[in-house]
């Protein structure tokens, strides 16, 4: 089975600093790794993915993700945040076969003050 | 391209009622997951189906059924609702390529009394 932890539940930042949201894993087969943001109200919204090939993934709106087979990690990190960043980001885990069961981690809300 | 299009998206229920979600996928998508989201118990898996079949499944209980139509469109059922049933039910759809990446609908948030 597969298992994602994100080590903070919260992250409150300020407009224009660098953010890294922190996630690790832990399954006994090769997975697919996903970065989701979830505005208020609204539903899942995929930033980045990483399937195989280089460990430096780069999303949407600015974000990039580092996949660490090592240390079983994949952390989510944006240089300078807007305040339009404010969301919850959630990050997820998949089998290669059955890639749509996703196993979510607890989600991390970022919170960006001017 | 339509997104992923879910109804209702808000209902209230009282315990032992049933319920029934209907989903529509992006056109030419074949595969649709339901996932139930709560405060407690974040993001959970509750099946998917491809092709009218059901091809996973997640740890629910049978009153949570699904169903999908020779359209793609698709259906969850909850029969004896509980409170604990109340969640935003989100369905999502995704092309054959089987790679997890998922297009989510904006969700039912479904309220049980």
């Known amino acids: 089975a597969q298992s994602v932890t994100q080590l903070d539940s919260q992250v409150p930042v300020f407009e224009e600093a660098p953010v890294e949201l922190r996630c690790n894993y832990s399954?006994?087969?090769?997975?697919?790794l996903f970065w989701y943001v979830q505005y208020p109200n609204q539903g899942l919204q995929l930033l980045l993915k990483?399937?195989?090939?280089?460990?430096l993934v780069k999303g949407i709106n600015g974000f990039e993700a580092e996949f660490n087979k090592s240390q079983t990690s994949f952390h989510l990190r944006k240089p300078s945040v807007h305040i339009s960043d404010t969301a919850e980001y959630f990050c997820?885990?998949?089998?290669?076969?059955?890639?749509?069961?996703?196993?979510f981690g607890q989600g991390t809300r970022l919170t960006i003050n001017p | 391209k339509a997104g992923v299009t879910q109804t209702p998206r808000y209902l209230i229920k009282t315990r032992g009622q049933q319920v029934t979600l209907s989903c529509s996928p992006i056109?030419?998508?074949?595969?649709v997951s339901w996932y139930q989201q709560t405060p407690g118990q974040g993001l959970q898996f509750l099946f998917e189906?491809?092709?009218?079949?059901?091809?996973n499944k997640g740890n629910f209980p049978g009153r949570f059924s699904g169903r999908q139509f020779s359209n793609s469109r698709s259906e969850m059922n909850v029969s004896t609702l509980e409170l604990g049933d109340s969640a935003l039910y989100l369905c999502?759809?995704?092309?054959?390529?089987?790679?997890?990446?998922?297009?989510f609908g904006e969700g039912s948030r479904l309220t049980v009394l």
């Open positions: 999502a759809s995704s092309p054959d390529s089987n790679t997890g990446e998922l297009f």
């Open positions: 399954s006994s087969v090769s997975v697919y």
């Open positions: 990483y399937l195989s090939g280089s460990t």
């Open positions: 997820a885990v998949s089998r290669i076969q059955g890639a749509q069961k996703l196993v």
């Open positions: 056109s030419g998508h074949r595969s």
């Open positions: 189906y491809f092709s009218e079949t059901q091809r």
